[in-house]
T-cell receptor, first 117, second 112 residues
């Protein structure tokens, strides 16, 4: 596609509900990143995929967070048993090369705004 | 642990002025530094990428400088326009290929 596409754009979840956030990266992009951005803060790294391989998941805040990219294109970030502190914008980004950030321009989606009530 | 700070948190200037946004980082061992723009309700757009071996990068009215030894970067915007109003974030790529460490951003308002 022309850009990184994320869905849903807005999600309101009741505390304890499971949510799934989808990311469609730019076609052909090898690297895919997930970031979490709280209101008024900069984004914080969650996880990184090189094709279907999840090479770094050190930023996932708890075992309630799970991400996958089974065919090396579309990725899903799943949050189980959502809590109020999970309320944030979840940003997906992709880049062409397979070396993560080195020498590659990174393109961000518009984000999925999650509110847990 | 790498920390990135941006000062000021918000800035309002009249149209046409030149301005400087500041970014500081605590660990000088970085691969590169990037400046991004974020419009309300939108994602992030990369503006300039400076490799650790570079001193500055320019794109149109934007110029970013990097002084690794002092842990500082500046984003210079010339002849500001109302369309420049946005939040500007800097991010460093430090100890991995995958993680950007971000500042909290400077919210810029250009008054017509």
């Amino acid at each position: 596609g022309a850009g990184v596409s994320q869905s849903p754009r807005y999600k309101v979840a009741k505390r304890g509900q499971d949510v799934a956030l989808r990311c469609d990266p730019i076609s052909g992009h090898v690297s895919l990143f997930w970031y979490q951005q709280a209101l008024g803060q900069g984004p914080e790294f969650l996880t990184y995929f090189q094709n279907e391989a999840q090479l770094d998941k050190s930023g996932l805040p708890s075992d309630r967070f799970f991400a996958e990219r089974p065919e090396g294109s579309v990725s899903t970030l799943k949050i189980q048993r959502t809590q109020q502190e999970d309320s944030a914008v979840y940003l997906c980004a992709s880049s062409l090369g397979g070396q993560g950030l080195l020498g590659n321009t990174i393109y961000f989606g518009e984000g999925s705004w999650l509110t847990v009530v | 642990k790498q920390e990135v700070t941006q000062i000021p948190a918000a800035l309002s200037v009249p149209e046409g002025e030149n301005l400087v946004l500041n970014c500081s980082f605590t660990d000088s061992a970085i691969y590169n530094l990037q400046w991004f723009r974020q419009d309300p309700g939108k994602g992030l757009t990369s503006l300039l990428l400076i490799q650790s071996s570079q001193r500055e990068q320019t794109s149109g009215r934007l110029n970013a400088s990097l002084d690794k030894s002092s842990g500082r970067s500046t984003l210079y915007i010339a002849a500001s326009q109302p369309g420049d109003s946005a939040t500007y974030l800097c991010a460093v790529n430090a100890d991995s290929n995958y993680q950007l460490i971000w500042g909290a951003g400077t919210k810029l308002i250009i008054k017509p």
